[in-house]
């Protein structure tokens, strides 16, 4: 499939639930979730038909994500399911890893190999603080579990908080040192009604490049979002996804699938395409609908001016 700015949309990122066991401040409210219209995430059938019309209208990559991803009950077979549609050639998940340590390597055999952890301080009281209520020692047990199932690439998901985690730059960083991973930090997005910050929360992806002076830019994968760095002597490497001070739109190849059966065209708008209870042709136009509303690009994001999604992070997935 192609859009109307002549971009391959081959990639569906699929948030299987909206439910999360944290609540990290700048994806959702501190009460949980508000109800959804539809009150509840797709079953699984509902979400392998979808796919598997996205799949044969040219979808080739698969994204699992939330909420958290890892509290649904059937998630080992909805994986396995997902990951086995004919045309699909790649599937992987974003994961908060506090549940992840039990179940990587069941998670390994039903097909996930390339793994997205989200991880944004490695104080575990501030860790508790940004996730009100997490620990830690979960995550990072989850990071090793999926390092030694073989999930291959591991990256990691760092959002900056100016004054929260920016002077965690450097050893945040170090980790790539002591593992072979991708570290992402990530410019905190003003999405939703969720995270209240000051305007000194939001800073550019260039501070880490101040605060990093040994970095050395390597070649970045086709489409990827994340610029891609190394420090010298470095197992892994440094990301920098900055969707505020230097948006990635001209690369954009995706579409997202919400729990309750939205397709949204762009992270930032406010449309959404229902889909859930189409079946056949209708099912498979309203995903070419969706993919031909995708817009050039998407609003400018600032400490003041907001994402235009009705949706929180957590009901959309990332
Ligand atoms: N629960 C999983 C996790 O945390 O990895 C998957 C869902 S979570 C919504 C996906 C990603 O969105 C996470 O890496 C999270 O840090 C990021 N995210 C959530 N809210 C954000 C915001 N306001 N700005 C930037 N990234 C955000
Ligand atoms: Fe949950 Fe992930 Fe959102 Fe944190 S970022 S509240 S772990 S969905």
Do not use: W
Not at 170 to 186: M, N, Q, S, W
Not at 234 to 251: D, K, T, V, W, Y
Not at 273 to 280: C, F
Request: proline share 5%; glycine share 10%; with cysteine.
């Amino acid at each position: 499939m192609t859009d109307g700015y002549g971009r391959k949309i081959e990639y569906l990122r699929i948030s299987v639930t909206d439910a999360c066991n944290l609540r990290c401040t700048y994806c959702m409210p501190e009460n949980g979730m508000k109800s959804c219209p539809c009150k509840s995430a797709m079953g699984a059938d509902e979400f392998i038909e979808i796919a598997t019309a996205a799949a044969e209208l040219g979808m080739r990559k698969l994204r699992i994500t939330g909420g958290e991803p890892l509290v649904r009950g059937d998630i080992l077979e909805l994986t396995r399911a997902l990951g086995g549609i004919k045309g699909v050639e790649d599937i992987s998940m974003t994961t908060n890893a506090t549940l992840l340590a039990p179940v990587a390597e069941d998670l390994y055999k039903a097909g996930i190999h390339r793994i997205n952890i989200s991880l944004d301080t490695l104080d575990p009281i501030k860790y508790e603080q940004i996730t009100r209520g997490g620990k830690l020692t979960s995550a990072l047990e989850g990071l090793r579990a999926a390092i030694y199932a073989g999930m291959e690439p591991v990256k990691i998901n760092t959002v900056l908080i100016g004054g929260f985690n920016d002077m965690e730059i450097g050893l945040l960083a170090e980790l790539t040192v002591a593992y072979p991973i991708e570290l992402r930090f990530i410019e905190l997005m003003p999405i939703g009604d969720t995270g209240v910050f000051t305007a000194s929360a939001y800073i550019p992806n260039s501070t880490v490049l101040q605060r990093l002076p040994g970095l050395v830019p390597v070649e970045s994968e086709p489409h990827s979002v994340a610029r891609l760095y190394k420090m010298p002597h470095a197992q892994g490497r440094i990301g920098l996804i900055s969707p505020l001070s230097n948006h990635f739109c001209a690369e954009c190849n995706r579409l997202r699938l919400t729990a309750d059966g939205c397709l949204k065209p762009c992270l930032h708008s406010a449309e959404e395409i229902p889909v859930r209870g189409l079946h056949g042709d209708a099912l498979k136009a309203a995903i070419l609908t969706a993919v031909s509303h995708k817009p050039q690009m998407h609003v400018e994001l600032s400490a003041t001016e907001r994402s235009e999604s009705k949706r929180s992070m957590y009901r959309i997935g990332g």
